[in-house]
């Protein structure tokens, strides 16, 4: 069983910075495995910020390109999104997610792609 656990939400003002991090299993390093991190506002439905593939290649949305950056620590076995100059719409509970290897992916912005979800941090950015 894959588990994930996210942390590093708050309360921040516009222009502000948080660092999320999520901490996963190590069978999450293994090849043909990848982790996203998710987002979902109230009365919106959860949307795909940025995922991370096997190669260490990223790929984010165009909402929070130049702004966020996902990374890893393969030594913690920890997934992190660094989110600057911060927007009241970024206000969410964020999930990372995993896709399993030999699992179907349809694409990396699909929740359906990703069999295991964490329990969601909250981030809220006031103006």
């Known amino acids: 069983q894959v588990q994930l656990v996210e942390s590093g939400g708050g309360s921040v003002q516009a222009g502000g910075s948080l660092r999320l991090s999520c901490a996963t299993s190590s069978i999450a390093r293994s090849r043909g495995w990848f982790l996203g991190w998710f987002r979902e506002a109230p009365g919106k439905e959860r949307e795909a910020v940025a995922v991370i593939f096997d190669d260490s290649r990223t790929t984010y949305a165009d909402s929070v390109k130049g702004r966020f950056t996902i990374s890893q620590d393969n030594s913690k076995n920890t997934l992190y999104l660094q989110m600057n100059s911060l927007k009241p719409e970024d206000t969410a509970m964020y999930y990372c997610?995993?896709?399993?290897?030999?699992?179907?992916?349809?694409?990396?912005?699909?929740?359906?792609?990703?069999?295991?979800w964490g329990q969601g941090t909250q981030v809220a950015v006031s103006s």
């Open positions: 997610a995993a896709h399993s290897a030999g699992s179907i992916s349809y694409g990396w912005d699909k929740t359906s792609t990703y069999r295991y």
